[in-house]
């Protein structure tokens, strides 16, 4: 079901235009009849041909702008009011510059109250229409001349509104709905009920849905116009019953969608646009107001420099969800003025963005959401995979490489690769006598990512993986001509009998040992004992020598060891299965 929403200044007709066409009072509150004068957002609807279409029916008073602006997302068609014995007004010309700003392309102008006019006035005041709307989207809308009071040019104007709802088609439906909240109350036995023109995507019955802010919710119930419905498409006007959150919870504002299908975010980037006949330009001095579907928040703007279109970063003072390619409006709260408007480029920005941050994103916010990740995973260089999603209003990248839970762009997968290479070619030189750079090591210092670093290394034709270590290909440990003498003067201290000094005693640093350990010219016989291979040989084959359950006094003797070279050589033939120990015996395993 198509929506229409009104537009234009105070008194000029709106709210009658609208019971005109639907037979409905679209003014709800006691209030708005008691003074002849719409406060905020009225709702009604009725067939236009062979369609249902909805109204949302806004108020023109300055003082009630917030409400109005709350009321123009996901409208398919404008009805734009000007009163004929009026003419062009203030909130006509803050109003235009809403619609043009949200980019709402298709519409009507009404020319209402023709009855309180006569022929001249009529003809100044479509000139001065004429005028204002040039350079707008406004600009080819057709001007329709109405009285909704003797009902003049009633059937033209609903002929006018068919054939533009025909040209504007259905509602998109982009598979991710989206329901920016204008209602929420609670009703007796039903429990909390919220209303919203539902964009981008269907509902039906016991989806599992959230509220941004908020929590979680499920959705149990549904009406549109007064008809129940098990699900309801995109541009429908929707009374939603939810449970799982309580009243309190919720506020015009809200927005209901799928779970971490949209992120929160208080700061993006924005690529701004002005309205007609403005400076082009805003103050980062001034206190402005963002409005984003329903939702009103205050924020700071500061422009950006050098970049070839008008471009910020726009901070709020809380959190409001945010998606690439979002409409806001930005207002002057001082000077009660709509001051610009714009499309969100980049909902979490991560530096401050430069000009070419904002040209590859500018080209590719109208394009599809894969476009838009693309541009995304380009600038970031590196995002997480669900905050990508989220970001780009669920792209999948043609580009780049995922890798666990993160996205890189090929520039980034090459620099993280480079600097894999010199992480590498460091511990070399600092270490040139262990086997590599332990993976661990390299995933703490390009970010955390495991998954990254094995990627690395297997794309990367001069590394090579090595069990828990990454070291170049052509790279092998070797000493040096003052440590080969030392280890031949080590080697011939060890060569005689088994009673072998501490390794603490060697004269040869940690470095040397470890590498000899590594590479078998040494054995570890506990913490404090390094023994030849070739000892070890001597040991292994004289144990046939002792009989089974042999003490440790009787394996002393036989190799004529000191005790404290018996205990651990003992417990080393304990651990490597030749002997195995019963009590204070020992015997034979092999």
């Known amino acids: 079901m198509p929506i229409i929403g009104t537009a234009g200044h105070v008194d000029h007709g709106k709210s009658t235009l609208v019971q005109a066409l639907t037979g409905r009072d679209p003014d709800r509150w006691a209030e708005e009849k008691e003074r002849g004068l719409t406060i905020d957002l009225g709702f009604a609807w009725t067939r236009l041909g062979d369609e249902m279409v909805g109204f949302v029916d806004v108020p023109g008073h300055e003082r009630f702008i917030k409400n109005m602006l709350a009321g123009v997302g996901g409208l398919d068609v404008a009805l734009f009011v000007v009163a004929a014995d009026e003419g062009w007004m203030p909130q006509s010309e803050e109003h235009l510059a809403v619609l043009d700003l949200l980019d709402v392309g298709h519409g009507v102008i009404a020319l209402t109250r023709v009855d309180l006019a006569d022929a001249d006035l009529i003809e100044l005041s479509t000139i001065d229409i004429t005028e204002h709307v040039a350079g707008t989207v406004a600009e080819s809308w057709p001007i329709i001349e109405v009285s909704a009071t003797t009902g003049t040019g009633m059937d033209e104007l ?11 088609g259905p509602p998109r439906d982009l598979g991710r709905p989206r329901m920016w909240i204008d209602r929420a109350f609670a009703i007796s036995g039903a429990g909390v009920v919220v209303t919203g023109t539902l964009v981008d995507g269907s509902l039906s019955l016991g989806d599992q849905l959230q509220c941004f802010p908020g929590g979680p919710v499920r959705l149990r ?3 549109s116009h007064e008809t129940d419905h098990e699900t309801v498409e995109p541009g429908t ?18 927005l209901l969608a799928p779970p971490d299908s949209i992120g929160m975010t208080d700061r993006f980037l924005a690529l701004l646009k002005f309205p007609p006949h403005s400076d082009d330009e805003i103050s980062d001095r001034g206190a402005y107001h963002v409005h984003v579907g329903t939702v009103t928040v205050p924020a700071r703007v500061r422009n950006l420099k050098e970049t070839a279109v008008p471009a910020a970063v726009v901070t709020t003072t809380s959190p409001i969800p945010l998606t690439m390619g979002d409409r806001f409006i930005l207002r002057d709260t001082g000077r009660q003025l709509v001051v610009a408007g714009g499309t969100a480029l980049d909902p979490n920005p991560i530096h401050r963005p430069s000009a070419n941050d904002v040209a590859v994103l500018s080209a590719a916010v109208f394009g599809s959401p894969s476009n838009r990740a693309d541009a995304l995973v380009t600038v970031h260089e590196s995002i997480g995979i669900e905050a990508l999603r989220r970001s780009s209003g669920g792209g999948e990248p043609s580009l780049g490489t995922a890798i666990g839970s993160t996205y890189f762009s090929p520039a980034a997968f090459d620099q993280r690769g480079r600097e894999l290479m010199a992480t590498v070619d460091d511990y070399h030189n600092e270490y040139p006598l262990r086997p590599g750079l332990p993976k661990s090591e390299a995933s703490s210092r390009l970010g955390g990512n495991a998954d990254l670093v094995t990627m690395l290394a297997d794309a990367l034709p001069d590394l090579i993986e090595e069990g828990p270590v990454i070291r170049r290909r052509a790279f092998i440990p070797e000493l040096t001509t003052a440590e080969v003498e030392k280890w031949d003067a080590t080697r011939s201290l060890l060569a005689g009998d088994l009673a072998v000094p501490r390794a603490s005693n ?25 023994v030849l291979p070739d000892q070890v040989d001597t040991i292994t084959s004289g144990l046939s020598a002792l009989p089974d359950g042999f003490t440790v006094a009787a394996f002393r003797d036989e190799f004529g060891l000191a005790r404290r070279h018996a205990v651990p050589l003992l417990e080393w033939l304990d651990a490597q299965g030749w002997t195995r120990r019963d009590g204070d015996g020992r015997s034979i395993r092999r």
Do not use: C, F, P, Y
């Open 221 to 223: 119930g549904m009406q």
């Open 506 to 530: 060697l004269d040869i640093s940690d470095e040397v040992l470890h590498a000899l350990l590594r590479r078998g010219d040494l054995v570890r016989i506990g913490d404090e004992l390094v």
């Open 158 to 168: 609903v002929t006018s509104l068919i054939e533009t709802l025909a040209v504007a």
């Open 237 to 254: 006007r929707t009374a939603a019953n939810l449970a799982g959150i309580d009243r309190s919870a919720l506020d015009r504002g809200t």
